[in-house]
């Protein structure tokens, strides 16, 4: 059982990263479109048409992927005022945080995928790309909301970065 488990615990290591990767080559994509986008705007009084529309899509891909990472690192839902309460009681608002969690990655996936569904007749204005590429990232973003939740529910501890909580809580003393 213990395979098994480090096996799934390695699967999402492993897509995490790649989430991961994936919103930072979102990240430099945006900044270095925006940054070129100025530039030739400013000094050569020309704009690539495009520029805006890419970089809205590149946005909103990271907005939606930052969410799920969001919640796989227990950012969200969040509050210290209740840190202090029978530790029994912490783990049951826990786990209706992550049932409320579940929930919203359902809504995602099951409206998204219909908004989705809605806009795949139409393209966007200057690249002529389908719309669809605009909403998809709702429903995946709902699935990997629902994968972390009910992991979460399960017992694992996904964050990958609780050091940086346990410095902050060190550095407020």
Same mark, same amino acid.
């Given at each position: 059982?213990?395979?098994?488990?480090?096996?799934?615990?390695?699967?999402?290591?492993?897509?995490?990263?790649?989430i991961?990767?994936? /919103?930072?080559?979102?990240l430099?994509? &945006?900044?270095?479109?925006?940054?070129?986008?100025?530039? +030739?705007?400013?000094?050569?009084?020309?704009?690539?048409?495009?520029?805006?529309?890419?970089?809205?899509?590149c946005l909103?891909?990271? +907005?939606?992927?930052?969410?799920?990472?969001?919640?796989?690192?227990?950012?969200?839902l969040? &509050?210290?005022?209740?840190?202090?309460?029978?530790?029994?009681?912490?783990?049951?608002s826990?786990?209706?945080?992550?049932?409320?969690?579940?929930?919203?990655?359902?809504?995602?996936?099951?409206?998204?995928?219909?908004? +989705?569904m809605?806009?795949?007749?139409?393209?966007?204005?200057?690249?002529?790309l389908?719309?669809?590429?605009?909403?998809?990232?709702?429903?995946?973003?709902?699935?990997?909301? /629902?994968?972390?939740?009910?992991?979460?529910?399960?017992?694992?501890?996904?964050?990958?970065?609780?050091?940086?909580?346990?410095?902050?809580?060190?550095?407020?003393?």
């Amino acid at each position: 059982m213990g395979e098994k488990k480090e096996g799934l615990k390695r699967l999402f290591l492993t897509l995490d990263k790649i989430i991961e990767g994936f /919103c930072i080559t979102l990240l430099v994509a &945006m900044i270095a479109i925006v940054f070129t986008a100025v530039i +030739t705007r400013k000094i050569f009084h020309f704009m690539f048409a495009w520029s805006e529309e890419v970089t809205l899509l590149c946005l909103t891909w990271f +907005t939606f992927m930052g969410i799920a990472i969001g919640f796989r690192e227990r950012l969200h839902l969040g &509050m210290d005022l209740f840190e202090h309460l029978n530790p029994k009681v912490l783990k049951i608002s826990n786990y209706i945080v992550d049932a409320v969690t579940f929930v919203f990655g359902l809504y995602l996936i099951i409206y998204g995928w219909d908004f +989705t569904m809605m806009m795949r007749g139409s393209v966007l204005a200057a690249t002529q790309l389908p719309n669809v590429v605009q909403y998809i990232v709702m429903p995946i973003t709902g699935v990997l909301t /629902c994968i972390y939740s009910a992991l979460q529910i399960l017992g694992y501890d996904l964050r990958r970065y609780n050091v940086i909580e346990e410095e902050i809580k060190h550095d407020a003393k």
